[in-house]
């Protein structure tokens, strides 16, 4: 399989060297392993830089040759208003918390708008059905979007690297930027988050911003299915320790040492960016040296900065900051023999970072937010004998409580953190890192995104299986196949009129009730609407037409211009008194929603409440119901915005089986919400079932909208009187 990679910057910088970060560093191992299994790879994201029109057909050969990469060009006044502008001026800070670092320009996101359709235009031009698309991080989120629409089928995965924020941050957005992104990125099969927090915080912004919900994590949009889910990035383990225990790295790590022997060693090993948190941990350690004065000249800080973003400008008013932080502690604590900070403003490579993080007693990883943050799990792999000191803040925390955590805003706390962790007994080191290494070890980069790759598979074949049902109303598959009677069965909201605030409002157009008219006139037609309201008001719809009316989900049945409704089933209702106080203290509960009393069921409609409100009681509602329901007497389902609360064997599947004169009879049904699922699984399997909208279904076939049922209803009468 040929697997196309796509993030904003190449594993190498436009002159081949290579790059330094989370991304590039953590995907290049998972590479060479993807490879070595026979398949291939091409890497396509942007060079970095400008390259002039002459260069760029050359430029692109040599990168494919030399580092299997394609670059996408962008123009240098795109690259920067897009890159620098959108990207590092808006997201990164915004999904990072760093609000008041946010700047909101509509041209900047017209910029990002253009660089991921430049991105697309690229990948078009090679991508091939079958191949596997896995777009990487905040720069490309429209991207996704972009290529289902050309690609319908395409397997397309997104992975985010750094925090997705919680819905109050993410509205910030302004609501043209944070629609497009949202949508943007359910083009993808699966979506994989760091955390599990960071999917909630994604589900529930969808759902607040576009009010689209979710089963467990699976979202359906536009045809389209999306996976998302928690996907914690590892490392390559084998890779560190391998090399941490070789006589290389012990030849390097000694060499490092020689002037420091007798100092333990504290580190910083970060990308210089003000989420990382640098100038607050220079503070904490200054902090540190003052509450402890016994560890003056006995420790070191060994701060390592790796240049990033050098041309934003608020990076280089933190780069000055650090520096003088640097200066105002070694000015004041050092001595002629001794130098509490060492500082390195460059990258080390891996060959010598490696033997770093092993000499190390104390590495402290504090930023204020981070996605994940691998350093702290390449330290933990590497070391000897060294204490991780880690924020609360970072993804990685989640999996490695056993570290000491810290929040990077309570200086004394990390002053103490420090201490703790340089005078910590070695066992007790040794017990904690050893849990944490071994969790590690279960979860390498090998193994993530692997995993990735099965579940963007698995969700890529419910696609299939969802597309594949959708079919015009016009489709000669929907039209009668014998000369047999033929008897259609139609829901009511959903199917035949589309949703309403208040339910009272959902009614049929003049239209609807003459087309139907004219369908129940036809000779050997049958029409049932069989619907959850209930008997009042279906008649004062459909009054006067010869049809079957079916309602309370199959309660009460009335045939054809009979004066009288008739009951389908024998009940006892014991159950409806309890119920109907559980359901009234929610409505009391939440604003918006209310109960619908009928005479074999109680209905919570929640349509009109706040959608994370109504969502969030819903699901306590089903609980709580479900805790109580067993041998009571009746049955919980849930609907759309609904849930209602049914007498036990009643149902749509039973009532339309009792009501169908005749199995031979060419039978249609239409329905949209699950209780209309019981239809399509008890009526016989010649029974022609369609289902109105996206949620999962084992109806035969799927319309988008009640527009397609009105559609088929014409196309059958006009088939019919031209047959008869
Ligand atoms: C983003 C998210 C998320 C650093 N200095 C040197 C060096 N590095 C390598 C480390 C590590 C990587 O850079 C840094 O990764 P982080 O995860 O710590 O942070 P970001 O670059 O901000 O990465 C982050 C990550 O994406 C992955 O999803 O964890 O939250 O912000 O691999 O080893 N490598 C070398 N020399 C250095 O001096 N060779």
Known sequence: MRLILVSNRLPVQWDGTPNVGGLATGLSSFLSHWKSQGHEVIWVGWPGKSIPEKEQNLYAKKMLQEHGTIPVFLKQKLADSFYNGFCNKTIWPLFHYFTANCEYSDITFDSYEEANEEFAKTIRSIYQPGDWVWVHDYHLFLLPGILRNEFPNILLSFFLHIPFPTFEIFRLLPERFRTKILKGLLGADLIGFHTQSYTQYFLRSLLRCLGIENERGIIYFQNHLTKTAAFPMGINVEQFSKYANSIECDTIANQINTNHKNLK??????????????????????????????????????????????????????????????????????????????????????????????????????????????????FLVSQRNGMLVLSEMAGASAELPEAILVNPNDLSGMANAIRDAIEMDETEILTRNQMMISRLKENSVMDWANKIYLETEETAKRNQNFQTKSISPNSELLLPKTKQPIFILFDYDGTLVPFQSLPHLAVPSKDLITSITKLSQIANVSIAIISGRDRKFLESIFTGLPLHLVAEHGAWHKAPLEPEWTSLFHSHLDWKK???????????????????????????????????????????????????????????????????????????????????????????????????????????????????????????????????????????????????
């Open 265 to 378: 060693q504290i580190l910083s090993v970060d990308r210089l960016d003000y989420t990382k948190g640098v100038l607050q941990r220079l503070n904490a350690f200054e902090l540190f040296l003052k509450q402890n004065p016994n560890w003056i000249k006995r420790c070191k800080l060994v701060l390592v900065l790796v240049p990033s973003r050098t041309d934003v400008s608020s990076y280089q008013s933190m780069k000055r900051a650090i520096d003088e932080k640097v200066g105002a502690i070694n000015g004041s604590f050092g001595t002629l023999d001794w130098t509490p900070i060492l500082y390195q403003y460059k990258g080390f490579p891996f060959e010598e970072l490696v033997p770093l993080y092993k000499n190390t007693h104390v590495m402290l990883v504090t930023p204020f937010r981070d996605g994940m943050n691998l350093v702290a799990k390449e």
């Open 578 to 724: 309890e119920i109907k106080t559980h359901l009234d203290e929610f409505t009391k509960r939440v604003p918006g929603s209310f109960t619908e009393e009928k005479e074999y069921s109680l209905v919570w409609h929640f349509r009109n409440a706040d959608p994370d409100i109504g969502l969030n009681a819903a699901r306590e509602m089903l609980d709580e119901l479900s805790q109580i329901s067993s041998n009571s007497g009746f049955f919980i389902q849930r609907g759309n915005k609904i849930i209602e609360v049914r007498e036990y064997g009643t149902g749509k599947g039973k009532a339309a089986m009792k009501i169908l004169p005749n199995k031979e009879w060419e039978t249609f049904a239409f329905g949209d919400d699950t209780t209309d699922e019981d239809m399509y699984r008890e009526l016989p399997e010649t029974a022609i079932t369609v289902k109105i909208g996206k949620s999962e279904t084992i109806a035969k076939y799927r319309f988008q909208n009640t527009d397609d049922v009105h559609l088929w209803i014409q196309n059958l009468i006009n088939y019919l009187t031209k047959v008869s």
